[in-house]
C-alpha cells in the first residue's frame, strides 16, 4: 500500500488524480503531511468520505522512539527510531549557533563496508523510503519543540546507493508547503559512487556534496573502504571536479584522522597535491572507536600539524567539533548496541 509521505508534490497529484479528485487536495494532504500527522484521520479539512477513500489506498508512515538519550556537555540528542516492520535506525540532533542540524539516516545498515564504521555491521538490511527518511526530521522536530533549519545526510547508510529516495526526499523536504529547508541548508555525504555524483550534480539541486574521502591514496584508501576498489582516487576527483563545473558548489572532503595510518604531515602533502585547486574544504574528523575495528584516533598534535600543512598549502581546513561525546552520538553506535542484544 501506498505511504503518501512517499510521494513528491507532484506524484501526489497524479496519484489523487486516479482517484478522481482535484488538484487543490494534494495541497492540503502534503501539508498536513508535513506537520507530522500518523493517520490519515488527522486530516480534519478532508471530508470523511475521502478520508475513507484513502484509507483504503495508501497510509502515512510514522517512527516510534526506541531510545533518546539528550548530551549533559552539549545538548545533542540522539534518536534510535523503530520503523514500522520493526527495523532500527538512528538520528542526531546537534546545536549550533547557527541553528538546530539533525544528521539522518537513508538505508537499514549499509553494504559499504568501510573500516571505521559502525553502521556497516551486519551490512544492508534495506533502503529507506523517501517518506522514512523525511520521518526522522519530522519527529525529531516535533519531540525537541523546534524548527531544525539545517539537515545532512550522513547518518546510516549511503545516501547514493538510495539515490531515487534521497532525491524524492531532497525535493519534499525543500517545498515550500512542507518544512521548506532551502537547499543550501543540506549536505549529502558520500563515500565515491561515481555514477550517481555525476548523475546529481544534472539534478541542478544546490545542496552541499561531501565526500568521505579518508585517504590520501589509493593503497591506504583500499584497505579500509572497498569501493575504492570500483572508483579509485583520482576517478572520484575527477567526478568532483565535474560536480564543481556544473554546480558551482563547493565540495567538502570529510577525512577521518586514524593514528598512524594516514594521519602524517607526508599524508597530508599527498592530500593538498590530489585536491589542489579546487573549491574545497578538508573536514578533519578524529575518527570514533569501533569495537569491530582497531583504528584507534589520531592525537591532537598530529591532527594540528596535518591541518596546519593542508592551511599552508592554501586548503581551508577544520577539525570536526566531537559532539554528543557521552552518549555515542557516532553514526551508527546506538543501533548495534541493540542489534547485539537482539
Not at 501539508?31 to 507530522?36: D, E, S, T, V, Y
Request: charged share 20%; with cysteine; hydrophobic share 40%.
Amino acid at each position: 500500500m501506498n505511504n503518501l509521505k512517499d510521494f513528491t508534490f507532484e506524484q501526489l497529484e497524479q496519484f489523487l488524480a486516479t482517484l478522481g479528485q482535484p488538484k487543490f487536495r494534494a495541497k492540503q494532504i502534503f501539508a498536513w503531511l508535513h506537520r507530522g500527522v500518523t493517520s490519515i484521520d488527522e486530516m480534519t479539512d478532508l471530508s470523511k468520505d475521502l478520508r475513507n477513500l484513502l484509507k483504503q489506498q495508501a497510509t502515512v508512515s510514522s517512527l516510534k522512539i526506541v531510545q533518546k538519550l539528550q548530551s549533559k556537555i552539549d545538548k545533542t540528542v540522539k534518536y534510535l527510531f523503530e520503523l514500522s516492520d520493526g527495523n532500527r535506525i538512528e538520528s542526531v540532533v546537534m546545536y549550533y549557533a547557527h541553528g538546530i542540524t539533525i544528521c539522518i539516516s537513508t538505508q537499514v545498515g549499509c553494504r559499504m563496508g568501510c573500516g571505521f564504521c559502525a553502521s556497516t555491521v551486519g551490512g544492508l538490511v534495506r533502503n529507506l523510503s523517501a517518506g522514512e527518511i523525511l520521518d526522522q526530521v519530522l519527529f525529531a522536530s516535533l519531540d525537541i519543540g523546534e524548527r531544525i533549519s539545517n539537515i545532512v545526510l550522513m547518518g546510516i547508510g549511503e545516501p547514493l546507493d538510495n539515490y531515487e529516495n534521497v532525491l524524492n526526499f531532497l525535493k519534499n523536504v525543500n517545498h515550500p508547503l512542507g518544512i521548506n529547508v532551502g537547499y543550501r541548508h543540506i549536505s549529502l555525504s558520500t563515500c565515491g559512487i561515481v555514477p550517481k555524483i555525476l548523475a546529481l550534480a544534472e539534478e541542478n539541486i544546490p545542496i552541499t556534496l561531501s565526500i568521505s574521502l579518508h585517504a590520501p591514496n589509493d593503497v591506504i584508501r583500499s584497505q579500509s573502504m572497498p569501493i575504492n576498489k570500483s572508483y579509485d582516487i583520482d576517478t572520484l576527483l575527477k567526478a568532483c571536479r565535474q560536480y564543481l563545473k556544473v554546480t558551482g558548489r563547493r565540495i567538502t572532503f570529510e577525512y577521518a584522522m586514524i593514528n598512524g595510518l594516514n594521519d602524517s604531515v607526508d599524508n597530508a602533502q599527498q592530500l593538498a597535491s590530489k585536491i589542489k585547486g579546487m573549491s574545497c574544504h578538508v573536514n578533519l574528523i578524529p575518527v570514533n572507536a569501533v569495537s569491530e575495528s582497531s583504528y584507534v584516533k589520531s592525537n591532537a598534535q598530529a591532527i594540528r600539524a596535518f591541518q596546519q600543512h593542508l592551511e599552508k598549502k592554501g586548503i581551508p581546513a577544520t577539525v570536526r567539533r566531537e559532539l554528543g561525546s557521552d552518549i555515542q552520538a557516532a553514526c551508527g553506535q546506538l543501533r548495534q548496541q541493540h542489534e547485539q542484544k537482539s
